[in-house]
């Protein structure tokens, strides 16, 4: 079928109207333009006070742009008694002084009100409050790990993958940096972004107005699996904080079932290599860093898992989730995490050849059975 001129320019609005369709999510978890913190809305304000005269300038330019080549496109009569020529040129004008000092000050002037006001908003986003929690954030292929010191006696004592939980109305510095290559960390509603660099320790600063769940995505380019390294911020009460530190300070629950304990062997000789649950495999000098993958100590406190991609619990994605909670009245889903056991780089692409990712261990439906009966008791 041939296209016609019409059909063009249906397919023209049809494309038009798609990318136009692509901006109006309601529920984006990744909007930039919905802060949710003091930084965030710094970063917001700053935006909103150049964006709006940038796009009056906008429609000003572009719509005189527009106006001045229909006004004088070719075949227009342009001067009087002198219909039809197509070379004839319009009359010229040149060297009028007060539009020329107007068209570089006023824009000068503009630019100059802008830098004023990013300045700053930099050095607002710089300073680092002086009561902030830390947090140490360490980007992994294809995933990221969490860890506290929350005695501040300079040891690790809590290490979580994907999830980092917050007490709401306070300041978290994070220390941020990577094991393998470089990664960006970026939680939209609550700061802008900050590569993770190996060997060097970014800072940032992030605080969350209310408690809630607030997504994030790695944005620098890692490697296969790069679109599926998420992560999620938690902010708790701080009541529910520090139960929450409570439980994460707790080594991992003991089996109770033989099915159970045949999990736990099992995990200990196939998994234990690359993860960790202390109390069961640690490494010497009560190591809590395994390293290359997540500690599971309290993997069912958690509501997603693989870089958060996939839900461990059906309530994952509940906009008002009782996060702590979850282990008692959430619904484990099962078949999801099975399903990740069978073939881990089937359903998340990733290179084990070259170490890098979780491989294929071709487990028996009856190793996949013990092992999530035992996973599932890690609350
Ligand atoms: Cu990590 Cu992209």
Redesign the pocket.
């Known amino acids: 079928m041939r296209q016609t001129p019409a059909m063009r320019r249906i397919w023209l609005l049809l494309v038009a109207l798609a990318l136009l369709l692509t901006a109006c999510a309601g529920d984006a978890p990744l909007d930039t333009l919905e802060p949710e913190g003091p930084a965030a809305r710094t970063i917001d304000n700053l935006l909103n006070g150049v964006l709006v005269p940038a796009a009056i300038v906008f429609v000003f330019v572009e719509g005189g742009i527009l106006w001045l080549a229909w006004r004088y496109r070719a075949g227009r009569r342009r001067t009087e008694g002198d219909e039809d020529d197509e070379d004839d040129i319009p009359a010229q004008t040149h060297g009028n002084l007060i539009l020329e000092i107007a068209w570089t000050a006023v824009p000068a002037l503009m630019l100059g009100g802008v830098a004023v006001f990013t300045v700053g908003a930099i050095f607002d986003l710089a300073d680092e409050p002086e009561d902030a929690m830390q947090v140490e954030v360490i ?1 992994q ?2 995933w990221w790990e969490f860890r506290y010191d929350t005695d501040d006696d300079g040891e690790v004592d809590i290490v979580t993958a994907n999830e980092m939980v917050v007490p709401a109305g306070t300041p978290i510095d994070l220390d941020i940096t990577s094991r393998d290559v470089i ?2 960390f970026w939680i939209p509603a609550l700061n802008g972004k900050l590569d993770a660099v190996p060997g060097r320790h970014h800072d940032l600063t992030i605080e969350a107005d209310e408690p809630g769940i607030y997504w994030g995505q ?5 490697g296969l699996s ?1 679109a599926n ?1 998420r992560m999620r911020t938690v902010a708790l009460s701080p009541e529910e904080f520090d139960e929450w530190v409570d439980n994460q300070l707790e080594p991992a629950v003991a089996p109770e079932t033989a099915a159970q304990q045949s999990g736990q062997d099992f995990f200990v000789a196939q998994c234990g290599t690359c993860h960790q649950i202390n109390g069961v495999n640690d490494v010497e000098e009560a190591d809590l860093v395994a390293g290359s993958a997540p500690n599971l100590t309290h993997l069912m406190s958690r509501s997603t898992f693989a870089g958060s991609i996939f839900r461990l619990y059906e309530e994952a994605d509940d906009e008002d989730l009782d996060y702590l909670a979850l282990p008692d009245v959430g619904t484990l889903d099962r078949a999801q995490l099975e399903a990740w056991l069978r073939d881990p780089p089937g359903l998340k692409p990733m290179d084990p050849d070259d170490r890098r990712g979780m491989p294929n261990f071709n487990l028996s439906e009856d190793q996949i059975d013990q092992l999530v009966d035992y996973l599932s008791t890690l609350r």
């Open positions: 980007g292929q294809w990664h960006s790695c944005t620098e380019f890692c790069h390294m």
